[in-house]
Structures are given as C-alpha cells and as structure tokens.
C-alpha cells in the first residue's frame, strides 16, 4: 500500500478555486491510478475524479465536468485537483485514494476498488 497526505482544503466563497494536493509515499506511485473522493456528513462517500498511471486518462463525476481538473506528477508522487468555480454544494471532506492497476490505461471509479486512503481534507464553499 501506499500513504496519502492531503493538503490545501479551507474555506471559499462561491465562485472561487481550490487546489488539492495529495502526496505518496513509495517508489511505486506510479503503479496507481488516482482519484478523489469526497463525504460529505450523512451522505455516502463519492466519486469525483481519477486518472490513470501515466495522466493518458481521465473521468469525472458529471456535477464537476467543466469545473475541476485532476493531474499527476509521476515524478513528484503528486496528484492534485483543481477546482474552478465552486459552488457550495461541492463542501465536503474530499479524500484521496489510490487503485493498484497493471495496466497503463485502465481505471475505475469505484471505491471499493481503492486499497489506500488519504486522511481527508476539508473543503468548505459559502454562498
């Protein structure tokens, strides 16, 4: 397994932008597809984005197409999602996670499918 450190959650008034950062720990980074998550109370946890090992493929939740952008550094054993205009049904804890894939393209976006969690970051948009 891999560690996940999320970083640059906080609090953004509607219309604004974010940044998330999730870095791993290991060698293997770039063994992983990636993706993000996010919870918020209450509700199940759900899929936002993931990327495949190398950045070739993306997917998005429909809600977010458009507005946020998920990218890797292989190099730097980082993925982070950028988040334009944000809208206050997009506050929630979003956690990063990790899905182990031999292949280069292959994805998925479903939860179970993750085997390594992030500790969460909490994203808050006010209206």
């Known amino acids: 397994q891999v560690q996940l450190v999320e970083s640059g959650g906080g609090l953004v008034q509607a219309g604004g932008s974010l940044r998330l950062s999730c870095a791993a720990s290991?060698?293997?980074?770039?063994?992983?597809?990636m993706g993000w998550f996010r919870q918020v109370p209450g509700k199940e946890r759900e899929f936002v984005a993931v990327?495949?090992?190398?950045?070739?493929?993306?997917l998005y939740t429909d809600s977010v197409k458009g507005r946020f952008t998920i990218s890797r550094d292989n190099a730097k054993n980082t993925v982070t999602l950028q988040m334009n205009s944000l809208k206050p049904e997009d506050t929630a804890v979003y956690y990063c996670?990790?899905?182990?894939?031999?292949?280069?393209?292959?994805?998925?976006?479903?939860?179970?499918?993750?085997?390594?969690w992030g500790q969460g970051t909490q994203v808050t948009v006010s209206s």
């Open positions: 996670a990790a899905d182990r894939r031999y292949s280069a393209y292959d994805m998925s976006n479903r939860q179970e499918d993750f085997d390594s």
């Open positions: 290991g060698r293997t980074f770039s063994t992983y597809a």
């Open positions: 990327i495949s090992r190398y950045g070739t493929n993306t």
